[in-house]
């Protein structure tokens, strides 16, 4: 049977684009704050609390990438595609966090 490749439209694409940013941005953010207590200083208090400001970043990062991204049709991608890369970003965020805090236990 022929695989069948059908084409995202680009909201589709830029916010697949966007969450793979995303998940990475949000490990980094998770070992930064742990490292330069500024950053978590900052956070707490703008935000009334650390993790609060955490997800309001993140969050913020993904819409506003999301939509610049979706302005730009540079490339065609289908969906298996861009579901590989982001299960791939999902694995790279979650081990950065796990990878630095194992470190983190271990020392």
């Known amino acids: 049977m ?3 490749r059908q084409s995202m439209d680009n909201y589709t694409r830029g916010f697949g684009y966007a969450l793979i940013v995303a998940m990475i941005f949000n490990g980094v953010l998770t070992i930064l704050k742990e490292k330069i207590e500024a950053v ?4 707490a208090l703008v935000f009334w609390h650390h993790w609060i400001g955490h997800g309001v970043v993140v969050l913020a990062v993904f819409v506003i ?3 610049l991204f979706s ?3 540079a490339r ?15 694995v790279i965020g979650a ?3 796990v ?4 470190v983190k236990i271990l020392a």
Do not use: C, P, R
Not at 76 to 90: F, P, S
Not at 99 to 102: E, K, Q
């Open 2 to 4: 022929a695989e069948q």
């Open 40 to 43: 978590h200083d900052v956070l």
């Open 65 to 67: 990438l999301g939509f």
């Open 71 to 73: 302005k730009s049709s």
């Open 76 to 90: 065609q991608e289908d969906g298996g595609n861009l579901a590989t890369w982001v299960i791939w970003a999902a």
């Open 95 to 97: 081990g950065l966090i």
């Open 99 to 102: 990878m630095f805090f194992t």
